[in-house]
């Protein structure tokens, strides 16, 4: 089964052209099914950006949604509005943390959106603020404590939903793929071919994911994990254990492309 894999495509800044140029080039791959790793438009426009390339590209799409999903909207409500629009859609299928997917008799798909959940890095004294607390409805205008409080909620709960389905999905398959928006380890967190700095840490990584992925791995060691993210915008790869290893896509704002293409046995 071969897989292409793109992340943070940011179709919004597209114009129809270039996002037609975009959906040719995951078909050139002669793939049997497309992965998003999330920043896929933002919530104004998701759904009908959804529709536009799953129509295009006529293959089975899953995917999970990034930070960028959430601008100009909420967190429950876009959530909710993907769900339903999945459910129209025969080859759209949003991985919400609770769905094992089979590819192949041997490899599962399970995923989760994930948040940057402040827990590793300089969240005290950093002077780094995303537009996420401006743009995403559940963030805006908190006091900053209570912004620290909500982003490790939102970890804690990418944690409590994927922990389960994981650890179910591991019981059956030999190996799992891990789609995520956000690097759940410190060393997963690219940036310019070394991890990122103490500033950026606190909004790139999500810990509370990467602890569960972390002890359910040293557990399984005749199971393999493949966890597939973005969010940096920089591409590296982070061996965790032996058989747990993260792959970070690069991406530019305007030129989407296909990561990798997967061959799945």
């Given at each position: 089964?071969?897989?292409?894999?793109?992340?943070?495509?940011?179709?919004n800044?597209?114009?129809?052209?270039?996002?037609?140029?975009?959906?040719?080039?995951?078909?050139?791959?002669?793939?049997?099914?497309?992965?998003?790793?999330?920043?896929?438009?933002?919530?104004?426009?998701l759904s009908?950006?959804?529709?536009?390339?799953?129509?295009?590209?006529?293959?089975?799409?899953?995917?999970?949604?990034?930070?960028?999903?959430?601008?100009?909207?909420?967190?429950?409500?876009?959530?909710?509005?993907?769900?339903?629009?999945?459910?129209?859609?025969?080859?759209?299928?949003?991985?919400?943390?609770?769905?094992?997917?089979?590819?192949?008799?041997?490899?599962?798909?399970?995923?989760?959106?994930?948040?940057?959940?402040?827990?590793?890095?300089n969240?005290?004294?950093?002077?780094?603020?995303?537009?996420?607390?401006?743009?995403?409805?559940?963030?805006?205008?908190?006091?900053?404590?209570?912004?620290?409080?909500?982003?490790?909620e939102?970890?804690?709960e990418?944690?409590?939903?994927?922990?389960?389905?994981?650890?179910?999905?591991?019981?059956?398959?030999?190996?799992?793929?891990?789609l995520?928006?956000?690097p759940?380890?410190?060393?997963?967190?690219?940036?310019?071919?070394?991890?990122?700095?103490?500033?950026?840490l606190?909004?790139?990584?999500?810990?509370?994911?990467?602890?569960?992925?972390?002890?359910?791995?040293?557990?399984?060691?005749?199971?393999?994990?493949?966890?597939?993210?973005?969010h940096?915008?920089?591409?590296g790869?982070?061996?965790?254990?032996?058989?747990?290893r993260?792959?970070?896509?690069?991406?530019?704002?305007?030129?989407?492309?296909?990561?990798?293409?997967?061959?799945?046995?």
């Open positions: 089964m071969r897989i292409a894999w793109a992340t943070d495509i940011h179709l800044f597209l114009n129809e052209q270039k996002r037609e140029t975009f959906f040719h080039s995951t078909l050139e791959h002669n793939s049997d099914a497309v992965f998003i790793t999330g920043d896929i438009a933002e919530a104004p426009t009908f950006h959804l529709q536009e390339m799953v129509e295009f590209i006529q293959q089975p799409l899953y995917f999970v949604l990034g930070n960028h999903d959430y601008y100009y909207g909420a967190i429950t409500s876009v959530r909710n509005a993907t769900e339903k629009l999945c459910v129209s859609q025969q080859n759209l299928t949003y991985l919400t943390g609770n769905r094992v997917i089979e590819l192949t008799k041997k490899t599962a798909l399970v995923g989760h959106d994930g948040w940057g959940d402040g827990r590793l890095g969240i005290e004294q950093t002077s780094v603020r995303l537009n996420d607390f401006r743009l995403i409805e559940e963030l805006t205008g908190l006091e900053y404590r209570k912004l620290i409080g909500k982003l490790r939102l970890g804690d990418a944690a409590a939903l994927i922990q389960d389905t994981l650890s179910n999905a591991l019981d059956t398959y030999d190996h799992v793929i891990f995520t928006h956000v759940p380890f410190k060393e997963s967190c690219w940036y310019e071919g070394r991890v990122g700095n103490d500033d950026w606190p909004f790139f990584t999500c810990k509370a994911v990467g602890d569960v992925l972390y002890e359910l791995m040293k557990c399984r060691t005749h199971s393999r994990l493949t966890v597939l993210c973005g940096t915008h920089n591409e790869i982070a061996q965790i254990l032996p058989n747990l993260v792959v970070t896509g690069s991406a530019d704002y305007g030129v989407p492309h296909v990561q990798e293409v997967l061959e799945i046995d």
